[in-house]
């Protein structure tokens, strides 16, 4: 019998694995939009010519998720193109991705001047923009979801 309840059970857990889909490709595209926006060092841009050896990529290597509170630290090392730092954070993602509060942050030193414009690369800054993108990133993941 019980015909109703399982087509009801069924569509409760269709419903539940696609919010989870949505949410953990929302997060996913958020660090993307970050990491594409975060500036890379160049010393074609700085007044003093860079220390000899100098590879940038410290601050796009810095972006981490928490889930449930805030990282806290700067990550050691650099990530110029964002593919580990990337890597790092989708892997992160739980598969029950509903229900949870994500955290995307940087926590170098100098991450509140390049969101204040600073940077000659991202002289808008970053996580704002980011913010303004945020509906139409969650109206690509639902579509992809579907």
Same mark, same amino acid.
């Given at each position: 019998?019980?015909?109703?309840?399982? @087509?009801?059970?069924?569509?409760?857990?269709?419903?539940?694995? @696609?919010?989870?889909?949505?949410?953990?490709?929302?997060?996913?595209?958020?660090?993307?939009?970050?990491?594409?926006?975060?500036?890379?060092?160049?010393?074609?841009? *700085?007044?003093? =010519?860079?220390?000899?050896?100098?590879?940038?990529?410290?601050?796009?290597?810095? *972006? @981490?998720?928490? /889930?449930? $509170?805030? =990282?806290?630290?700067? /990550?050691?090392?650099?990530?110029?193109?964002?593919?580990?730092?990337?890597?790092?954070?989708?892997?992160?993602?739980?598969? %029950?991705?509903?229900?949870?509060?994500?955290?995307?942050?940087?926590?170098? =030193?100098? $991450?509140?001047?390049?969101?204040?414009? *600073? $940077?000659? %690369?991202? =002289? %808008?800054?970053?996580?704002?923009?980011?913010?303004?993108?945020?509906?139409?990133?969650?109206? %690509?993941?639902?579509?992809? $979801?579907?």
């Amino acid at each position: 019998m019980g015909g109703f309840a399982d @087509q009801l059970k069924a569509f409760s857990e269709k419903a539940k694995a @696609q919010a989870d889909d949505v949410v953990k490709r929302v997060v996913e595209k958020v660090a993307a939009e970050l990491d594409e926006r975060s500036p890379v060092g160049d010393g074609a841009y *700085w007044v003093s =010519p860079p220390p000899a050896g100098y590879v940038g990529g410290h601050f796009r290597a810095n *972006w @981490q998720l928490g /889930i449930g $509170s805030r =990282p806290t630290g700067e /990550i050691a090392g650099v990530d110029p193109t964002g593919s580990e730092t990337l890597g790092r954070i989708t892997a992160a993602i739980p598969e %029950q991705a509903t229900g949870k509060v994500y955290y995307l942050v940087n926590n170098t =030193p100098y $991450s509140r001047l390049i969101e204040d414009g *600073w $940077s000659k %690369q991202a =002289p %808008q800054g970053i996580v704002g923009l980011t913010r303004i993108a945020f509906p139409e990133i969650v109206k %690509q993941a639902v579509e992809e $979801s579907k």
